[in-house]
Structure formats: structure tokens, C-alpha cells
């Protein structure tokens, strides 16, 4: 199983599943009021794949979105969060290796995708 996690700083309702509907099939995802987590799913090349949101992630103003499954759109957390800015134009922040749950963490540094450009920043 494979994940993709991002997080998006002051997510506007419905701005995830349209993002989503241009890569996924058979997208099943109500973001319409994020105010609390959201589960969905969908198909990528043919295989069923979960869609997690978590409001209120790092100081309530970023939304954390996980993606599990077998088949993903994207790579990489980065190439994930290169697609999310384009569509949405809000800051996107990823971690910038393939940090996993339980694992310390070995840097504090994240990718903050912005108007500013793609960019190493401490989270804060």
C-alpha cells in the first residue's frame, strides 16, 4: 500500500474533489463543508484507492490529505503537491522524503509550494 499526504492552507469547500474528479475515476469525496475528517474513495487505474481529509492540521489552518492505495496518480508527496497548487492556488506543504508513521523525524524542513515558488521552510 502506498500513501500520498499534503496539506493545504485555508482549503475552500469543494476545491479538493474538483482537483481530484481531473485524475481520479469514480470519485466518491463530500469536501462541501470541511469541518470535520472526511473519508472518500476512488478508482485509479482501476483499483480503489481512500481519500482522507483532517482539518485542522498544524495550527488549524492547513488540511491534511492522505491517499492509500495500490495505484496513485502521483509518485511522490511533492508531485502531489505540485498538482494541488496549480489547481488551486493556495499554499501546499509536503515533507520532503519518504518520512514514514513511527519514524523520527530527520528534518524539520517541509516543501512549502506558494506564489513564491517551491521552497525548503521550517513549519512554523
Same mark, same amino acid.
Given at each position: 500500500m502506498? @500513501?500520498?499526504?499534503?496539506?493545504i ?7 479538493? /474533489?474538483? %482537483?481530484?474528479?481531473?485524475?481520479? &475515476? /469514480?470519485? +466518491?469525496? @463530500? &469536501? ?9 474513495h ?9 481519500i482522507?481529509?483532517?482539518p ?8 491534511c490529505?492522505v ?14 503537491a505540485?498538482?494541488? %497548487?496549480?489547481?488551486?492556488d493556495? +499554499? ?5 522524503g &519518504?518520512w514514514? +508513521?513511527?519514524?523520527?523525524v530527520a528534518? +524539520?524542513k %517541509?516543501w ?6 517551491? #521552497?525548503?521552510?521550517?513549519? #512554523?
Open positions: 502506498q @500513501d500520498l499526504e499534503i496539506y492552507r485555508d482549503l475552500a469547500e469543494g476545491t479538493v /474533489s474538483q %482537483w481530484l474528479t481531473g485524475h481520479l &475515476d /469514480s470519485l +466518491e469525496l @463530500d &469536501d462541501s463543508q470541511v469541518t470535520s475528517v472526511i473519508k472518500g476512488a478508482l485509479c487505474a482501476g483499483t480503489r484507492l481512500r482522507s481529509l483532517y485542522g492540521a498544524f495550527g488549524k489552518r492547513f488540511t490529505l491517499m492509500e492505495g495500490e495505484s496513485l496518480p502521483w509518485h511522490t508527496d511533492l508531485e502531489c505540485r498538482s494541488a %497548487w496549480r489547481s488551486m493556495t +499554499e501546499i506543504r509536503c515533507s520532503p &519518504d514514514k +508513521e513511527g519514524e523520527p528534518e +524539520e %517541509w512549502r509550494l506558494d506564489h513564491r515558488g517551491e #521552497n525548503l521552510v521550517v513549519w #512554523n
